[in-house]
């Protein structure tokens, strides 16, 4: 598996810009993932905004509302270092299209699997409210959290963001003195 | 009071699995206390997933969806760890069985403070979200709110776990060397 | 800026309490900001209880539904600490009175950055939930998250309340030794 690092937080938390933080600092070519479909104003403003954010910075930018898994497996390189934001977003898409949410979710992660480089996922954390009523929200929350729970296992580095600030929940081990 | 540990948090946050790790790895006789209601197929599927992973390793199984102060008087003993899972269902049921919860969560409490052995207590962590408009769930997220600090005072461990794996909010005493 | 401590957490997590204990410990006089409205009994009810906590111990009460910039520039000094309580409340208010929330937050920051002495934020974490389908509570739970990030960049204490326990987002420095 690709070195990956899952970013988690609530909304607003400061998750996407830790992602891109991380991808600029890294020293491999940065390749931005976007799920988010401009399906109405306040997606588009936010779109914007956040491209604004990267512009200049050597970004390639990629789009993959549904084929994310087939995108990572486009982009990724050893000398790369991919940015998906957010896999929430995709995997509501995924759901909306009338997709195999559970099929398209092993998908993925087997894509992450076989990546070379190093990957930073971003997803937000919505299982701390009260049970949904409705049942696709429910249905949704809690491929979530499985989608969260079996990346986390493979992952090296685990983030919770509160108010643009990072618990860890998983750290990567520390680098080993040179000989 | 019994030696408690209190594991928090979101839906599928791996809050379960932690606690039957929990449980097995202590030495003393595992006590399964499952307080969901298998009302629809949802919970019905979700009921067998969980047993099913549970067979074949010396759990005891109990079911305790109203009356769970009286499960644990009669299962707690000094060879014996109980996992309640989980306290938020077993609130939601003895909101919709019309009983007082306020008493019922004090009741609780006295049961867990005077049962001897272990007790390993999983919750849903579920005041994170936006204020509910209905009262009845507003009500509800307060009543598990005030019962998870309650019980958290009186715990040993206190774990929040994210994407299945645990943030410490609160660890026991390191283990006094032998003299 | 005055030192400020921002301290974050769901319904019932011990927010409240954890403030005011540290205001109450820092030998500062304490002058609590309340923002909370009467609008009804539950309401009613939750501010008589946490105001008969405060009584008799040296609290100086001040109410400020609305206009909580202007309640911090009228209250700090040098020898007090200011407990702002809470600011998703006074957030509320801003947009049910119709009012630019956007610019209240602002001038709301600049009056805790030129507050002398010390203040303590309470205020909910409410976006882990759900994307909730009401756009007003979308574009409330938006606002809350920037204005948490926005003073957490600058406060010395961040802390995440979960069941009653801290989790320390931020940490202030360790305290010089005296030379």
């Not at 009260?130 to 249905?139: G, K, W």
């Not at 750290?171 to 080993?176: D, L, Q, S």
């Amino acid at each position: 598996m690709a070195r990956a690092a899952l970013i988690l937080g609530g909304a607003r938390s400061g998750k996407s810009r830790r992602g891109e933080e991380m991808a600029l600092s890294c020293g491999l070519a940065p390749v931005h993932i976007a799920t988010a479909e401009a399906r109405d104003d306040e997606m588009r403003e936010r779109i914007a905004r956040h491209k604004a954010r990267r512009r200049g910075r050597g970004w390639r930018e990629v789009e993959a509302p549904l084929d994310l898994a087939g995108a990572i497996r486009a982009e990724a390189a050893a000398d790369r270092i991919l940015l998906v934001d957010c896999l929430t977003l995709w995997l509501a898409n995924t759901m909306l299209a009338g997709r195999d949410a559970g099929a398209e979710a092993a998908a993925l992660r087997r894509a992450i699997g076989d990546a070379p480089g190093r990957i930073v996922l971003v997803s937000s954390e919505v299982g701390l409210g009260i049970v949904p009523e409705n049942a696709l929200a429910r249905r949704f929350r809690d491929l979530a959290g499985e989608l969260h729970r079996d990346l986390a296992r493979e992952a090296e580095t685990v983030l919770f963001m509160v108010a643009g600030l990072p618990l860890a929940v998983k750290a990567p081990p520390p680098a080993r003195p040179p000989d």
